[in-house]
Nanobody
Framework: QVQLVESGGGLVQAGGSLRLSCAAS????????AGWYREAHGNRRELVAG???????NYDDSVKGRFTISRDNAKNTVYLQMNSLKPEDTGFYYC??????????????WGQGTQVTVSS
């Protein structure tokens, strides 16, 4: 059974950086389109950054110029580099992805989430 496994969260001071990683755990599963979502203060999950299989990216206005989403297809991993972090970036970050395996699609999978806390 495939899973998306996230890592890289933690506690950082304002102005600092973190890099989140999202990898598919099952063999033969390839991440297609993916996105990072943030859930904070009991609000619904909101898209922070997305990337297509071709590498096209999009960002929420609140993180443009500070966050970068990227992918390493050889490692089947998607990253979120977060720089110039602000306290309002605090939240639980989730990876979401569509995947393919042996010609089959596996859509809308979520990772377990990772906590990011930015102190002022």
């Amino acid at each position: 059974q495939v899973q998306l496994v996230e890592s890289g969260g933690g506690l950082v001071q304002a102005g600092g950086s973190l890099r989140l990683s999202c990898a598919a755990s099952g063999s033969n599963f390839v991440i297609d389109a993916a996105g990072w979502y943030r859930e904070a203060h009991g609000n619904r999950r909101e898209l922070v950054a997305g990337i297509t299989s071709a590498g096209t990216t999009n960002y929420d206005d609140s993180v443009k110029g500070r966050f970068t989403i990227s992918r390493d297809n050889a490692k089947n991993t998607v990253y979120l580099q977060m720089n110039s972090l602000k306290p309002e970036d605090t939240g639980f970050y989730y990876c979401n992805a569509d995947m393919t395996s042996l010609g089959n699609w596996y859509r809308d999978y979520w990772g377990q989430g990772t906590q990011v806390t930015v102190s002022s």
